[in-house]
């Protein structure tokens, strides 16, 4: 299992440094990221807020850096294009999340699995769908088709999986933490808060050492 965002990266973008990746590929966020694909993954959760906001919140700051940065830093409730992705590696199939999926709400598969409600991440033409029967968790792939690939595992497992994902979410964020300090110092602070509450995490007390 693993935190992935859906990467779409804007033509001519040149804030920050950003890795080469596929548009519309996942990116997996873990401790280990090169700083370039940090700040792919720094790019991508602002670029899924950069819309006007509305109601009463201040108007966008003139700079082209202030303005990209300012739906990240202004919504209360944040975005980001992904989910959790599960692999069986003994079958190669590959659970990835829906088009209705996103990142910030990754918690709901620990409600899932505790209170063993249906859990569905999109609609036709692909729906991802996550079940329980007893203690088996089903993860099946496309529930529009009757022969969708589907991935099984015990409750128990799932669990560990979580615990997993939820380790590479914190190395990720104090990752993001410290590239901040670096590439965005004048926004450093925010950045990470904002960061923290899409992750659902707690910030990060000090800098990653480089």
């Known amino acids: 299992m693993q935190p992935v965002l859906e990467i779409y990266t804007p033509d001519g973008f040149d ?44 108007p966008r700051p003139p700079d082209a850096l202030g303005s990209f940065l300012h739906g990240l830093l ?9 989910g959790l992705r599960v692999t069986d590696s003994s079958t190669g199939v590959t659970f990835v999340p829906g088009c209705c999926d996103g990142l910030e709400d990754w918690r709901e598969w620990h409600r899932f699995v505790d209170e063993g409600s249906l859990l569905g991440f999109g609609h036709e033409p692909v729906s991802p769908l996550a079940e329980r029967f007893g203690d088996t968790v089903r993860l099946t792939v496309n529930n529009e088709q ?19 994902a939820e380790r590479d979410l914190t190395d990720f964020l104090a990752l993001a933490a410290d590239w901040a300090s670096r590439h965005l110092p004048g926004h450093c602070g925010p950045v990470t808060a904002a960061l923290a509450r899409v992750l659902d995490l707690p910030v990060p007390t000090e800098p990653l050492e480089p």
Do not use: K, Q, Y
């Open 74 to 82: 202004t919504f209360d409730s944040l975005f980001a294009a992904g």
């Open 146 to 164: 009757t022969d969708s690939p589907v991935i099984e595992l015990s409750a128990t497992e799932l669990r560990h999986l979580l615990a997993g």
């Open 15 to 58: 804030l920050w440094p950003v890795a080469e990746i596929e548009p519309f590929d996942f990116l997996p966020l873990s401790g280990e990221l090169s700083p370039a694909e940090v700040g792919t993954a720094v790019m991508r959760i602002a670029g899924c807020n950069d819309i006007d906001p509305d109601g009463d919140r201040p």
